[in-house]
């Protein structure tokens, strides 16, 4: 199975500023994606990063808000911008394992903003 | 289109009690199903998966079917324990690895 770490575990920021979240993965992987799971909420995703590509947005989600970097087969990084007390959640990176259906998650990043 | 519904929570179940929570599922084609479980303070961890219609996935003596006829995905533990205690999740996988969660249903398990 991959490991998968991610910085911060948690920040506490203002309303306005932006943060960036590091997901780094012991193995090299085609597909990661970026979810957000709001207090008492389930996971929704946000975005799939391919390495040397745009990422990919889902409905409701769009770049200037949560710009994504893939500069490496083993490294993605998601920006929460001009951050608002909405976007209090937990993110999490995950990839996709090499077996069909495999699919793992990282410990998420836990962020507050006030 | 895609969607996932599950019983809401919290469950609060006595030690060596039969749990099941349920879940549905809405999905063009032939999904692959998933539980996974979220422990307090850690990530998301898969409990087990079934990819086509009747198979049963299991682990740690939770178990689940995959009803097409119902669109069911229910998990059932025959004696939970307070270890169990966790965020539960049914998925459904979409589209190339991207996955449609439901709600998450909270269980509490009392000795």
């Known amino acids: 199975s991959a490991v998968i770490s991610q910085k911060p575990s948690r920040d506490i920021c203002q309303r306005g500023t932006s943060l960036t979240i590091q997901c780094q993965v012991d193995s090299q992987v085609t597909m990661m994606f970026w979810y957000r799971q709001q207090p008492g909420q389930s996971l929704t995703l946000i975005a799939t990063?391919?390495?040397?590509?745009?990422?990919?947005?889902e409905s409701g989600f769009v770049i200037d808000k949560f710009p994504i970097s893939r500069p490496n087969l083993t490294f993605s990084t998601l920006t929460v911008s001009n951050m608002s007390p909405e976007d209090s959640s937990i993110y999490l990176c995950s990839l996709s394992g090499t077996r069909v259906d495999e699919q793992f998650f990282g410990p998420g990043t836990r962020l507050t903003v006030l | 289109g895609n969607s996932v519904t599950q019983m809401e929570g919290p469950v609060t179940l006595s030690e060596e009690a039969f749990l099941t929570i349920n879940c549905t599922y809405t999905?063009?084609?032939?999904?692959?199903l998933f539980w996974y479980v979220q422990y307090p303070g850690e990530g998301l961890q898969l409990l087990l998966k079934?990819?086509?219609?009747?198979d049963k996935g299991s682990n740690k003596g939770f178990e689940a079917t995959y009803r097409k006829e119902t669109t069911s995905f229910h998990l059932e533990k025959g004696s939970v324990q307070v270890s169990d205690s966790a965020v539960y999740f049914c998925a459904l996988r979409y589209n190339f690895n991207k996955f449609y969660f439901g709600s998450g249903t909270k269980l509490n398990v009392k000795p």
């Open positions: 990063a391919n390495q040397g590509s745009e990422a990919t947005y």
């Open positions: 079934a990819t086509k219609a009747d």
């Open positions: 999905a063009t084609g032939y999904p692959s």
